[in-house]
């Protein structure tokens, strides 16, 4: 591994690329072969990097990819990203020309929205999705005679031009719901009379893409399911195939000492040695997205399971060891190590909060090691960006 080192740190996330083509692949067996999938990396790609993420995808059957910010669609294409890219959130007007320019799908999502747009597409044709507010309430189109409008303007434009139509669902992933129902009629209803057979036509996140197939025009939005999460924990019972986790967490203790009974540890002196007790250090702290609230929490060390002791500093914590062991010990906060596992999951858990949040919180300062058939393919290294190698 060291030749091929570019972070001089003892903390990295591993992102397993086999398991997001698994995840991908899956997902289009699912759809019966035939379908869309667009690969949602916004959010470098919910922390786990979104260049090599998105080539993962695409080459396991992804047809296109999408993304919140026009920032994040220039990063793609600056990386050298090829295929179309949508924009899934509101765009502001003045960023049309830009968006024609790096060849950018945006979201319409209101008539005025397309006013203002042609009004700022001075050169090309802006390619767009019109966006349909079912129910989530938070961007797009709610009445028919708005979209009609809206239609026939994009028509009657030289510099606009329609590619596809879709909404969002906000409780696919609730399984007792008939939310999502009422999210399917509307969208019908909306979409009536609707027959431009270019238009993709997409409703589906990875809950609905899991849940409905037959129901969701043979496209999903793949998100969570392509990291292997689960879109919620009732759905991990009814999953319609397995999924496989990508990201993992790791660093190594890099001093070990003894505590004799009665000693203290970390800011406060919280912590109090209840015995002579073996105390390992992590170079790990919330800076990085390891957050405070995770005192207490587990991690691997040695293959077995060891608490975090006192307070969790900004670029540090401390664990409490078994038995003495060397510096250098790899220790494993997300992922397996031996035995054992920690889900990610069992962090959101933790951290009172959904499995999407924990990647996505993963700071710039943690590098991403990229790995394919259990090798390292690539790092990336955001912090000192020069020095990354590749070797891909
Ligand atoms: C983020 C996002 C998705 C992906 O959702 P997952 O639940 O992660 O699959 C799909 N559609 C839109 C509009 C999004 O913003």
Redesign the pocket.
């Known amino acids: 591994m060291n030749e091929n080192v570019s972070f001089y740190r003892d903390t990295w996330a591993e992102i397993n690329l086999d398991a997001i083509e698994y995840n991908v692949k899956s997902m289009v067996e699912h759809l019966g072969g035939e379908g869309t999938v667009i690969a949602?990396v916004?959010a470098n790609a919910y922390g786990h990097g979104d260049y090599e993420v998105a080539c993962a995808a695409l080459e396991a059957g992804a047809d296109m990819l999408?993304v919140?910010f026009v920032d994040e669609a220039i990063s793609l294409r600056e990386k050298g990203m090829k295929v179309p890219i949508l924009v899934?959130g509101a765009s502001r007007p003045e960023d049309v020309q830009v968006s024609i320019d790096y060849d950018i799908t945006l979201t319409a999502i209101s008539l005025e929205w397309v006013k203002k747009a042609e009004q700022f597409a001075k050169e090309g044709v802006l390619q767009f999705h019109i966006k349909l507010d079912t129910g989530m309430g938070r961007l797009g189109i709610t009445e028919k005679e708005e979209l009609d409008e809206l239609i026939q303007f994009a028509a009657d434009s030289s510099s606009l031009s329609v590619r596809g139509i879709f909404t969002?669902f906000a409780a696919a992933d609730e399984l007792e719901s008939d939310y999502t129902d009422c999210q399917f009629a509307a969208f019908k209803k909306l979409l009536g009379g609707i027959s431009n057979k270019e238009w993709l036509i997409h409703c589906a996140?990875?809950?609905a893409g899991l849940r409905f197939k037959d129901r969701i025009f043979n496209t999903v939005?793949?998100?969570?399911?392509m990291y292997g999460l689960s879109?919620s924990k009732e759905m991990n019972k009814e999953l319609p195939y397995s999924l496989q986790e990508a990201l993992s967490l790791h660093t190594k203790i890099v001093h070990v000492k003894k505590l004799p009974k009665g000693g203290k540890v970390s800011y406060g002196a919280t912590y109090t040695a209840q015995e002579d007790e073996w105390i390992g250090t992590l170079p790990v702290g919330y800076a990085d997205g390891w957050l405070r609230q995770l005192k207490e929490s587990e991690v691997i060390a040695g293959g077995k399971r060891v608490q975090i002791i006192g307070r969790i500093c900004m670029d540090q914590c401390m664990i409490r060891l078994p038995e003495k062991m060397p510096e250098g010990t790899k220790v494993t906060l997300i992922g397996r190590q031996a035995e054992e596992y920690i889900p990610i999951d069992e962090i959101a858990d933790r951290l009172e909060t959904i499995n999407?949040e924990i990647p996505c919180i993963l700071s710039a300062r943690v590098p991403r090691m990229f790995l394919r058939n259990k090798s390292i393919m690539e790092v990336r290294n955001p912090i000192i960006q020069s020095h990354s190698a590749s070797k891909g």
Do not use: E, Q, T
């Open positions: 949602v916004k999408a919140a899934l969002h996140n990875s809950a939005r793949l998100g969570i399911a879109p999407y």
